[in-house]
């Protein structure tokens, strides 16, 4: 439960962070914003995610028999996208972040924005992966909470947690474009 709440509180808080970075356009405050969102990932998200995996496993070994829950749709539904945020977690958005904290480092060397930083903060990817943590958190508790019998939740929650992320990635970034590119449309 900890867990959970460690990854909820922080991935709420590394989404405000990084929505606020895309309202700014102050180098320093950016740079802030930015700090903020590994602050928050490295010292909440991360922890809560190792202490879900711990005791997850163990209760899983002590309720479930061991490989029992493969019969389990709504655990195993939970399992998979559990492993899927963290290996994405790991890959897609934290280096991402991390890039993008490095690249915000070097533009506060040199005063400015630089190419470099506003074509970082316009990727797609990276931005969709983002905005498809919440909504894929979301459905995991939900799994759990509603224990369906079935694999209707979770079919019908991944793609409802798929065209979120989708809807956010195009509104936020016609809100706040980073790319000239994007200023242009």
Known sequence: MSGAI???GGLIAVWFCDLRSRQLRELT?????????AVFYDGVVVPGAI????????????FFAGWDFIKVPWLVGMMALFAFEFIEGNTITRLYFMRLRRLTDEAMKSGTFTPQ???????????????????????????????????????????????IASILTIYIKS???????????
């Open 29 to 37: 405050r950016f740079s802030e914003a930015v700090r903020n969102i």
């Open 175 to 185: 809100l706040y474009p980073w790319s000239n590119e994007d200023r242009q449309r």
């Open 117 to 163: 930083l506003e074509r970082a903060r316009a990727e797609n990817l990276a931005t969709f992966t983002h905005f498809l943590d919440l909504p894929l958190l979301f459905l995991i508790v939900a799994l759990g909470v509603i224990k369906p019998e079935t694999w209707t939740l979770f079919i019908a929650g991944l793609v409802a947690a798929v065209l």
């Open 51 to 62: 202490l879900l995996l711990i005791s997850g496993s163990w209760l899983i070994v002590e």
């Open 6 to 8: 460690l990854i909820g």
